[in-house]
C-alpha cells in the first residue's frame, strides 16, 4: 500500500465531532479532483465525543493513540501513514484542505518540508486571537529566524506537508505542542529543503473550548527555541557576564569608583568575580552542548569554529596560568599578612588583592576540568 499511495492527509483529532466530517470530505474532494493516489487518516488521541465514528462512518482509516499531546498523536500518525507525502492539518475546519495543490507541487519538486503562511494567506475575522496573532506568533516567529537563520514567516502554521522518510530521520521527542517548532528547528539544523506557501486560516467550526493554552504553549515553544539554540541561551549571555567581569575588576583594581554618584568599591569587586565564574561557566556549557549536537549531525554553526579554538593544550595552558595568578596573588597575600603579625588588616586593601587571586583560581580550575571534558567527549567521538 505504501508503494501506491503517494500522500497522507493526517488530522490529528481530539473530541472534533462537530468538525471532522466536513474535513474529511473536503480531503476527499481534493485527493478526486486532483487525483492523487492517497488516503486519509485520523490520528484521535482519546476523543469522547464519537469522533472515531464519524471517521470510520466516513470510511477513513483511524489510529488509536493512547498518549495524549498534539504532538503524540502526529508521531503515531506519521508512523502509521502509507503516503510517501504527508500533510497534516487540523480536524477544526481552520484549514480549508480543498487547497493543498500548493503544498503537494512543492513536495513534487523536491522539498522536504512545505509550510504554510497564514499571514500571507491570509487571517479570516475571529480566526485568530489578538495576543496569538499580533504578539505570540509574530514574536517567536522572530526568534526563530534570529536564533537558526531561517526564513519562515510563520512558525506555527498547523498546515504543513512533508516527505515522510525525511522527516522521521530528524527524531522528533515532543509530545505537545512544541511539536511544531520541533519539526522546523530540526528540519533547518539538518539543512532540509523547505518551502513556504501561503495559506488562509478560517474561524474553526467548534462549540468548545480549543486545546491550545497561549501563556502554556508559547512558553513549551520559547522553551524548545531557547534549549536548541545554547548560542542564544548560554554562550552570548555568558559572553556579556564574563566580558562585564573583567572589565569592572580591572577598573575596580586601581581603588575605588566614582559612578552616578555611586561609590563603587570591594562589594562591587566581589560581584565582578561572580559575573566572571558564571559566565565562564555559561560558555562552556554552551560549547558543550554545540559539541554534542554536533555528534548527532545537528550541524550547529558555532560548532567547527569554536572546537578548533578550544584544544585540550590550549585549555591546560591557559587554564595553568589563570592557576599561577591565582597562587601568586594568594600567596603574597599571606606573606604580607604575615609581615604584620597576622594581625588586622585592612579590608579594602587587601579584598583588592584576595578577591582577583581567588577569580583566577577559580576559572583556572574550570578551564582545567573543561578541557578535561572535551577531550573525553571527542575521543569517544574517534
Not at 508503494?3 to 492527509?9: D, F, G, S
Not at 555611586?262 to 565582578?272: A, E, K, P, R, V
Not at 595568578?325 to 586593601?349: D, E, M, N
Request: charged share 15%.
Amino acid at each position: 500500500m505504501k508503494e501506491a499511495c503517494e500522500l497522507t492527509i493526517l488530522m490529528p483529532c481530539l473530541n472534533e465531532a462537530e468538525t471532522l466530517a466536513v474535513c474529511i470530505q473536503k480531503a476527499k474532494q481534493f485527493l478526486d479532483q486532483e487525483q492523487v493516489k492517497g488516503e486519509i487518516l485520523i490520528a484521535d488521541n482519546g476523543s469522547t465525543d464519537g469522533s472515531q465514528d464519524i471517521a470510520m462512518t466516513q470510511g477513513v482509516r483511524v489510529v488509536s493513540v493512547s498518549e495524549r499531546g498534539y504532538g503524540a498523536a502526529l508521531k503515531t500518525g506519521i508512523e502509521a501513514a502509507a503516503g510517501r507525502y504527508v500533510i497534516m492539518g487540523d480536524a477544526d475546519d481552520s484549514y480549508n484542505f480543498l487547497h493543498l495543490k500548493p503544498f503537494l507541487d512543492k513536495l513534487r519538486e523536491g522539498y522536504d518540508l512545505v509550510m504554510g503562511n497564514r499571514f500571507k494567506g491570509g487571517i479570516m475575522q475571529g480566526a485568530m486571537p489578538f495576543k496569538n496573532r499580533f504578539l505570540g506568533n509574530p514574536a517567536l516567529s522572530f526568534l526563530g529566524r534570529l536564533f537558526f537563520n531561517s526564513q519562515l514567516g510563520d512558525f506555527h502554521c498547523g498546515l504543513r506537508g512533508f516527505h515522510r522518510e525525511r522527516l522521521q530521520e530528524l527524531a522528533l521527542q515532543g509530545n505537545g505542542m512544541e511539536f511544531a517548532s520541533e519539526m522546523i528547528v530540526k528540519a533547518t539544523l539538518k539543512q532540509l529543503k523547505i518551502a513556504e506557501v501561503p495559506t488562509q486560516l478560517f474561524p474553526d467550526g467548534r462549540s468548545r473550548k480549543p486545546h491550545l493554552r497561549p501563556w502554556r504553549d508559547g512558553w513549551r515553544h520559547l522553551r524548545l527555541l531557547l534549549l536548541f539554540s545554547p548560542r542564544w541561551l548560554f554562550f552570548y549571555p555568558g559572553l556579556v557576564l564574563f566580558n562585564l567581569g573583567w572589565l569592572s575588576m580591572l577598573l575596580l583594581l586601581l581603588g575605588p569608583l566614582q559612578l552616578a554618584g555611586l561609590n563603587l568599591d570591594i562589594h562591587t569587586l566581589l560581584f565582578s568575580s561572580v559575573f566572571m565564574v558564571v559566565g565562564l561557566q555559561a560558555v562552556s556549557f554552551a560549547v558543550f552542548a554545540q559539541y554534542l549536537a554536533h555528534k548527532q549531525a545537528a550541524h550547529l554553526p558555532l560548532s567547527g569554529k569554536i572546537f578548533k579554538l578550544f584544544t585540550l593544550e590550549r585549555g591546560l595552558i591557559v587554564g595553568l596560568v589563570m592557576v599561577a595568578l591565582g597562587l601568586g596573588g594568594s600567596v603574597y597575600a599571606l606573606w604580607y599578612w604575615a609581615q604584620h603579625a597576622f594581625g588586622a588588616l585592612i579590608p579594602t586593601q587587601m579584598m583588592r588583592l584576595i578577591i582577583p587571586s581567588i577569580t583566577f583560581l577559580m576559572l583556572g580550575m574550570q578551564l582545567l576540568f573543561s578541557s578535561f571534558f572535551m577531550s573525553m567527549l571527542s575521543m569517544d567521538a574517534a
